[in-house]
Each structure stands twice: as structure tokens, then as C-alpha cells.
T-cell receptor, first 119, second 115 residues
Framework: GAVVSQHPSWVICKSGTSVKIECRSL??????MFWYRQFPKQSLMLMAT?????????EQGVEKDKFLINHASLTLSTLTVTSAHPEDSSFYIC???????????????FGPGTRLTVT | GENVEQHPSTLSVQEGDSAVIKCTYS??????FPWYKQELGKRPQLIID?????GEKKDQRIAVTLNKTAKHFSLHITETQPEDSAVYFC??????????????FGQGTILTVHP
């Protein structure tokens, strides 16, 4: 149980175009999903916290107009990188907290990540 | 906000030896401390976690200790094997409150276990 999928697993796009990444919880409901970015040989940096049905909360320094997050259902959150540039090339990983009877679990379940390369 | 410091950045051990990775955190409200193992190009995998009401937790060759007063926690791996080689991350979060349990990660430790 507690499987999170991401699509696509990798994408190459041209500078100036937009890319959408999907994050799905396959066998549980997730009221909260998180989006992280990880550059090579670095740690995971939280970009934003996404709650179902409400606006995402962005971390300091993350441009909300560039990284559009939508969490329209309890099993799907999307991250759209708009007007992508080479410096946006990175590994993007989502995670989700499961909604259980007593609230939310503490554990976050991670997706497999999406490798974005902007040329 | 929370700040997590992790040391060492690289750790090289011989097979069978023990490995210890240490983390400190700044926010006294943090109450959940997971450890993740990440292989190249893969998702982080939870290997063990500890809550603030517990001082130590063990799962076979892996153990975690927590000192709330000093705000530090450590990962201990005994009888290391080559397949333990990976990047290890500590993290801290306040599972309740308005932060929705967001995780703050340490910088990571590259563990290499030599056969």
C-alpha cells in the first residue's frame, strides 16, 4: 500500500515552453502533497505544500507564477513549470501524506521523481 | 523556520563496521524525525523514523537515537554491507500545526561500504 506515482518519469523540453508533472496517490487519499526539487548531489528542497481544494503554500524564494501547483482531488496534484529555462533542469519529486481515520499520518510517501531537462 | 544540519557529508567504512550519521535541528516544535536512503536517480526510501516522545528506536541493523534537549538525532547502522552504500538524509517536521508536516532535510551523507 501507500504508492505514489509521478508522470512523466523524465522529460526534455525547449526553453520557453511549459511542462506539467502529475503526482498521484494510487491506493490512498492524500489531503496534503508536497513538491520538492533536487539538484545533482544536493538535498531535497521543499518548493511548496499543496492542500486539496486550496491554494498551495510556497516556500520562500519559489516563484508561484512560475511553478503552478494544482491539487484538485485527494489523489492528484500537478506541478506546471511555466516558461522553462535551463536553470529549471532538475529532479522534481512529490510526496503525499495519507489521510486516515484519525487524521493524517506522519509519514510521507514519495513519488519516483521526474527528471526535467530544459534545452 | 526549521534548519537541519547533517554530518558527515561523506562516510567510508569497511564491510561489517558500524556507521553513524548525526543531525541537529533548530525548531523545538519539531516532533517527527525520519531517515531516508536514496539511491542514484531513485526516490527517497524511509528506513526508520522516531517521534519526539521516544528516545531510541531499533529495527534490525538500524537504530535511531533522539536527544530533544540537545536537539540532535543520530542514525546508527551496524554490520554494514555493500548494499547499504547510498545517500542518507535526515529530516525533521512538526507533524501537527499549520505546516502540514512539511519536512526539512539535512544536506545528506554519502555512505560507501567497501567489501
Amino acid at each position: 500500500g501507500a504508492v505514489v506515482s509521478q508522470h512523466p518519469s523524465w522529460v526534455i523540453c525547449k526553453s520557453g515552453t511549459s511542462v506539467k508533472i502529475e503526482c498521484r496517490s494510487l491506493d490512498f487519499q492524500a489531503t496534503t502533497m508536497f513538491w520538492y526539487r533536487q539538484f545533482p548531489k544536493q538535498s531535497l528542497m521543499l518548493m511548496a505544500t499543496s492542500n486539496e481544494g486550496s491554494k498551495a503554500t510556497y516556500e520562500q524564494g519559489v516563484e508561484k507564477d512560475k511553478f503552478l501547483i494544482n491539487h484538485a482531488s485527494l489523489t492528484l496534484s500537478t506541478l506546471t513549470v511555466t516558461s522553462a529555462h535551463p536553470e529549471d533542469s532538475s529532479f522534481y519529486i512529490c510526496s503525499a501524506r495519507a489521510l486516515v481515520e484519525w487524521g493524517q499520518t506522519r509519514e510521507q510517501y514519495f513519488g519516483p521523481g521526474t527528471r526535467l531537462t530544459v534545452t | 523556520g526549521e534548519n537541519v544540519e547533517q554530518h558527515p557529508s561523506t562516510l567510508s567504512v569497511q564491510e561489517g563496521d558500524s556507521a553513524v550519521i548525526k543531525c541537529t535541528y533548530s525548531d523545538s516544535a519539531s516532533n517527527y524525525f525520519p531517515w531516508y536512503k536514496q539511491e542514484l536517480g531513485k526516490r527517497p526510501q524511509l528506513i526508520i523514523d522516531i517521534r519526539s516522545n521516544v528516545g531510541e528506536k531499533k529495527d534490525q541493523r538500524i537504530a535511531v537515537t533522539l536527544n530533544k534537549t540537545a536537539k540532535h538525532f543520530s542514525l546508527h547502522i551496524t554490520e554494514t554491507q555493500p548494499e547499504d552504500s547510498a545517500v542518507y538524509f535526515c529530516a525533521a517536521s512538526n507533524a501537527g500545526g499549520t505546516s502540514y508536516g512539511k519536512l526539512t532535510f539535512g544536506q545528506g551523507t554519502i555512505l560507501t561500504v567497501h567489501p
